[in-house]
Nanobody, 123 residues
Framework: QVQLVESGGGLIQTGGSLRLSCAASARTFSGYSLGWFRQAPGKEREFVAVISWPIYMRYYADSVKGRCSISRDNAKNTLYLQMSSLKPEDTAVYYC????????????????WGQGTQVTVSS
């Protein structure tokens, strides 16, 4: 069982930057592909970014490509999402997720989820 806890969300102005963190309770992050998803009010949960294991391959949604960077620190059991040039349309609850096996862009294929952290970008 892996418990995930996100942090780092908040209210930020358009064009600003944020770094989201996701801490895991597991003894090791190794072996899991880790992803970030987001869900805006009235919308489906959507893929944002994913990083694989053991080779750190990174993939991003087109909507955030060039503005976001996903990284992981296995020694600290922590996943990060650095976001910059934020836009109002980035406003959502951001979730981290973990799955055994390879990368996936589909939320349904992830085994573990955090409770989410709210990111609000004001115009």
């Amino acid at each position: 069982q892996v418990q995930l806890v996100e942090s780092g969300g908040g209210l930020i102005q358009t064009g600003g930057s944020l770094r989201l963190s996701c801490a895991a309770s597991a003894r090791t992050f190794s072996g899991y592909s880790l992803g970030w998803f987001r869900q805006a009010p009235g919308k489906e949960r959507e893929f944002v970014a994913v990083i694989s294991w053991p080779i750190y391959m990174r993939y991003y949604a087109d909507s955030v490509k060039g503005r976001c960077s996903i990284s992981r620190d296995n020694a600290k059991n922590t996943l990060y999402l650095q976001m910059s040039s934020l836009k109002p349309e980035d406003t959502a609850v951001y979730y981290c997720a973990a799955r055994t096996g390879g990368i996936s862009y589909q939320a349904a294929e992830y085994d573990y989820w955090g409770q989410g952290t709210q990111v609000t970008v004001s115009s």
